[in-house]
């Protein structure tokens, strides 16, 4: 055998080992990025958990159209695969925000725990002002109106129902169109500073009335000073209704 066909059979050998090598190592790096992929958690899971938590936490009641969406995530972002359930919980207490931040939790051997924003959308129901209102004046049926407004427009503490006007007044003079919430509203004063009162006071099984003057403004509930009209003594009363005031014995 001459030295040529030896030393194609040697060519050979090594251009089938190598390429043999070659393509295990084209294999491996095809599939480091698949595997490594697989290991981590899917961002379609923790966004999905986070919108059915953002979901439970908002009272629907005069909502329509809700829908909940968690901001896209950097893809760039990797967290290990987690092995159990995922935890999530509130990071505020504000009631029906239309941005809300939900944490996001893996409990398991590598733990890790992300804050996952969330819009809310919804139509709700909520109370304006018909027509211009006077600072003080009661809020009543006529001087109200129901409007359906995006979720995200409505001021912060807004008030959404009737029921909730109840002891209510304007804090200023309003305009008409104005929205109502605790900012523009305040409890309603039933005693006016000036006005003749009857004092009630009460204790150890007796109660006794007597006339008085109010100091000061009274919501229900507030303790006022009152000056006794017969022995001029002032005492801390709580208001009742818009005549009467209670003096605990």
């Known amino acids: ?22 393509g295990l190592l084209v294999a491996s790096i095809a599939a480091g990025p698949a595997a490594a992929q697989q290991d981590n958690h899917p961002h379609e899971d923790i966004q999905r958990v986070a919108e059915r938590f953002a979901m439970a936490q908002i009272d629907t009641t005069g909502l329509t159209d809700v829908r909940a969406t968690a901001n896209a995530m950097d893809s760039r972002l990797t967290l290990k695969r987690c092995e159990q359930a995922l935890e999530t919980f509130a990071t505020s207490s504000i009631p029906n925000a239309s941005r809300l931040t939900v944490g996001v939790r893996c409990n398991g051997q590598k733990p890790w725990t992300l804050y996952v924003p969330v819009s809310v959308e919804a ?3 909520a109370l304006y002002t018909a027509r211009p209102v006077l600072r003080g004046e009661a809020l009543v049926t006529n001087s109200i109106e129901v409007r359906q407004v995006p979720l995200q427009d409505l001021p912060l503490n807004a008030i959404r129902s009737m029921d909730e006007l109840a002891g209510l007044e304007a804090s200023r003079a309003l305009s008409a169109g104005t929205a109502l919430s605790l900012n523009t ?15 009630r006071a009460s204790g150890r099984g007796i109660q006794v009335k007597m006339a008085g003057t109010a100091l000061k403004n009274g919501a229900s509930g507030e303790l006022i000073p009152v000056r006794n009209s017969n022995s001029g003594r002032i005492v801390q009363a709580a208001v009742i209704d818009d005549s009467t005031v209670q003096v605990n014995m």
């Not at 005693?191 to 009162?197: R, S």
């Open 185 to 199: 509203l305040k409890a309603r004063q039933l005693i006016k500073q000036g006005q003749q009162v009857v004092i």
């Open 1 to 22: 055998m001459g030295i040529y066909p030896v030393i194609e059979k040697i060519m050979v050998k090594f251009l089938t080992t190598s390429m043999s090598g070659f």
């Open 123 to 125: 139509m709700a129901e």
